[in-house]
């Protein structure tokens, strides 16, 4: 499951994703600025030489090639009730997923986050160019989409409402913090109708509800068989499902583009066997999540000599990784700034 995200204005992405575009660039945004000055903690030595971080502006994402992260492709989310009868919404709605790949879904957070273009305009723009603008569908009525308080999800929230509107219906899109605050909203279904949400984020979001907070997960980087878990899931809150889409935010892990050239590694699996003493940075949580440092260690035999607290996916992380101060960081797979390399 996906750290969770907050908003943030930067040059940013559980996101191209780590099991979806493999290798790719993140190009910095301005200067980097300080790390934050955040604690650094031993974890052990191993028995690979140790390799020392790279300083470089540009950020390479190592391929997650054996999948330790959870699928965390964009999907509607949408209040039963409210679809009953209407057999339109969903496929429109699925007509977007279906048009979303992750290096789209990097290149509309690049046009909001770091080209400063609203989320409405890159909605729109996207929505004529994708085709998505005279649907053979039609329907009609008052939908509300909700979205959390980050960029990604407020350009899905339009692109949703303007494709809706296009075949006929009064839809408008509203910003509700986050999934504690919107998801209960959409549940109820009175205020918000429909939400862009994330597969496995979402599934173990309402699996703890539901079953408990010591709830044994049910998400994994199967996406079939999360969305069969999500599908179960929603049955008993009332809220049903569209398609996945290709789209992925999820975690994943990068290097500076100097580092990965200096050893040739381009995935987890060959930062294992080339390089020992790392030194990761992350949120604090990174040391106890299963999909972050434990999980590094032990799908992937990587051996850490310290950890670094600092942020999760956000600018601390990236200037740490650019001035060299942590070798491997985690950052988001759709992060504006993301360019799957030649």
């Known amino acids: 499951?996906?750290?969770?995200?907050?908003?943030?204005?930067?040059?940013?992405?559980?996101?191209?994703?780590?099991?979806?575009?493999?290798?790719?660039?993140?190009?910095?945004?301005?200067?980097?600025?300080?790390?934050?000055?955040?604690?650094?903690?031993?974890?052990?030595?191993?028995?690979?030489?140790?390799?020392?971080?790279?300083?470089?502006?540009?950020?390479?994402?190592?391929?997650?090639?054996?999948?330790?992260?959870?699928?965390?492709?964009?999907?509607?989310?949408?209040?039963?009730?409210?679809?009953?009868?209407?057999?339109?919404?969903?496929?429109?709605?699925?007509?977007?997923?279906?048009?979303?790949?992750?290096?789209?879904?990097?290149?509309?957070?690049?046009?909001?986050?770091?080209?400063?273009?609203?989320?409405?305009?890159?909605?729109?723009?996207?929505?004529?160019?994708?085709?998505?603008?005279?649907?053979?569908?039609?329907?009609?009525?008052?939908?509300?989409?909700?979205?959390?308080?980050?960029a990604e999800s407020a350009t899905l929230g339009n692109i949703y409402a303007t494709v809706l509107n296009a075949a006929g219906y009064d839809a408008s899109v509203t910003t509700i913090g986050n999934r504690e605050a919107y998801l209960p909203a959409l549940e109820d279904g009175e205020q918000v109708q429909v939400i862009p949400e994330y597969v496995g984020t979402l599934t173990e979001f309402i699996n703890k509800d539901v079953n408990g907070a010591d709830a044994e997960a049910v998400a994994s980087s199967d996406l079939d068989a999360t969305v069969e878990a999500l599908t179960g899931l929603g049955e008993e809150v009332g809220l049903v499902f569209g398609e996945p889409s290709p789209a992925q935010d999820q975690n994943a892990f990068a290097v500076t583009k100097a580092f990965a050239d200096e050893h040739g590694v381009t995935s987890l699996s060959e930062l294992a066997e080339a390089c020992g003493g790392l030194v990761l940075g992350g949120p604090p949580e990174c040391t106890e999540r299963p999909f972050c440092q434990p999980g590094l260690e032990e799908t992937y035999g990587l051996e850490f000599a310290e950890f670094r607290t600092l942020d999760a996916g956000g600018p601390l992380t990236k200037s740490a990784l650019q001035q060299g101060e942590i070798t491997l960081g985690l950052v988001f797979s759709s992060d504006g700034s993301l360019t799957p390399t030649e």
């Open 1 to 150: 499951m996906k750290f969770p995200r907050t908003h943030v204005s930067l040059p940013r992405a559980l996101g191209a994703a780590a099991a979806a575009v493999g290798l790719a660039v993140l190009t910095a945004c301005g200067a980097p600025g300080s790390a934050g000055g955040g604690d650094t903690s031993p974890t052990g030595g191993g028995s690979l030489a140790a390799c020392e971080a790279v300083p470089g502006e540009e950020l390479v994402v190592l391929e997650d090639n054996k999948q330790l992260q959870t699928v965390d492709n964009i999907i509607p989310a949408v209040n039963a009730a409210a679809v009953e009868g209407d057999d339109t919404l969903i496929p429109l709605l699925d007509s977007v997923s279906a048009a979303l790949d992750t290096d789209t879904l990097i290149g509309l957070n690049k046009a909001v986050d770091v080209d400063r273009r609203s989320s409405q305009e890159v909605a729109e723009e996207f929505v004529a160019d994708a085709g998505l603008d005279s649907p053979e569908q039609s329907g009609s009525g008052e939908i509300v989409i909700g979205a959390a308080d980050f």
